[in-house]
């Protein structure tokens, strides 16, 4: 079992910069997958970015504006969001797959962003 707890969310103008945190659990997190995903109010969850084996992935909508790293030294995986946009407002999950190239079976409970105009 993989428990995941995020923050970093807050309220930033447009133009402006957050950085979420994302700590895991588990003593073998440099073997996770892991993920950002968002749920704007009355959209479906989208994904964000993602980290795999396999490479790193971004969304059309994120890419040039948003970073996903990881501190294996700190269980912790970053979203870096510059440039944000009012249509980058929502909750932002992260995800978990604690067996490489598998289903993202573990979510934490989300952190608010709001990007006003």
């Known amino acids: 079992q993989v428990q995941l707890v995020e923050s970093g969310g807050g309220l930033v103008q447009t133009g402006g910069s957050l950085r979420l945190s994302c700590v895991a659990s588990g003593r073998t997190f440099s073997r996770y997958d892991m993920g950002w995903y968002r749920q704007a109010s009355g959209k479906e969850r989208e994904f964000v970015a993602i980290?795999?084996?396999?490479?790193?992935y971004y969304a059309d909508s994120v890419k040039g504006r948003f970073t996903i790293s990881r501190d294996n030294a700190k269980n912790t995986v970053y979203l870096q969001m510059n440039n944000l946009l009012p249509e980058d407002t929502g909750v932002y999950y992260c995800?978990?797959?604690?067996?490489?190239?598998?289903?993202?079976?573990?979510w934490g409970q989300g952190t608010q962003v709001t990007v006003s105009s």
């Open positions: 995800a978990a797959s604690d067996r490489p190239g598998g289903p993202l079976e573990y």
């Open positions: 980290m795999r084996w396999s490479g790193t």
